[in-house]
């Protein structure tokens, strides 16, 4: 059976062009474009998965948004973690149902996202943040897509510490991460899972070699790069453009002291 689209969901609408654009529903509105105009109140309470028709005779289908689709039309001030690389952070940091996760910093909250969804239900994610503005926008974009009960928002310089202990994974996306691994570790469990996102070089040979001067173990390195194609049968080929790097992965695990 299809999903029915509610008031206050926010939808995927995808014209024949593949623009996509999400729009929260609410009764009485309408969404605009240049290729017309859909009352919100013809897609309140009918099923997803089917078309729908501009005042101007354009065609959209209305859709159930994807995890992908959410983080990727966040609201955004700064670089995001991308799907691309934060699916592969669910995985290797085992970020599943009911676990407890601390993040920092939040950002726009573009991973806290995906790591909310990944501890749904039963878990909770404590985010850590400096900037005032930019943890209001991740709340908001979390208010958004209706997580914002999942996630802890916390605005304060993590040198101080965590205030949660024997947590299942932390994810550091800051400046310095190689400064903080103390913190870490006395915020983590032993054997948890720690991850970290850095756009250089040399931010990655300061965090590694930290990770080795606090004994952590099971260290990885990786970059992750997505080439997409053109969809068109006749010429299948890469698109001209691609996001190529965005930030080098480190993951290690913490053992417990001797």
């Known amino acids: 059976m299809a999903d029915l689209a509610k008031a206050g969901d926010t939808i995927l ?6 623009k996509r654009f999400m729009i ?5 509105k309408e969404f605009h474009s240049h290729r017309g105009k859909i ?5 309140i309470d009918q099923p997803l998965g089917h078309r729908v028709i501009s005042h101007l005779g354009h065609s959209f289908f209305a859709l159930k948004p994807s995890a992908h689709d959410l983080i990727m039309h966040a609201r955004r001030r700064t670089q995001i973690v991308y799907p691309k690389e934060s699916g592969y952070i669910l995985l290797k940091m085992n970020i599943v149902s009911g676990a407890r996760v601390i993040e920092a910093g939040t950002g726009s909250g573009a991973l806290t996202i995906a790591l909310a969804l990944g501890v749904s239900p039963g878990g909770r994610v404590y985010s850590y943040e400096e900037r005032a503005d930019m943890q209001a926008l991740a709340d908001r974009n979390l208010l958004q897509v209706r997580l914002r009960e999942v996630v802890e928002l916390k605005q304060r310089d993590i040198a101080q510490g965590f205030d949660e202990t024997e947590v299942d994974a932390l994810f550091l996306d800051v400046r310095e991460p190689h400064q903080y691994l103390e913190q870490a570790r ?6 948890g899972f720690f991850g970290a996102v850095v756009p250089t070089t040399n931010q990655a040979a300061a965090l590694l070699a930290g990770l080795e001067r606090e004994a952590f173990v099971d260290v990885e390195v990786c970059e992750i790069l997505l080439r997409p194609y053109k969809t068109v049968p ?3 080929r890469p698109v001209d453009r691609m996001v190529a790097h965005t930030g080098y992965l480190l993951f290690a695990r913490p053992i417990a002291g001797d």
């Open 13 to 18: 609408l995808l014209s024949q062009d593949g």
């Open 186 to 191: 006395r915020a983590l469990k032993a054997g």
């Open 39 to 43: 009352s919100h109140d013809a897609l």
């Open 24 to 28: 929260r529903l609410e009764v009485g």
């Open 234 to 236: 006749q010429r299948l």
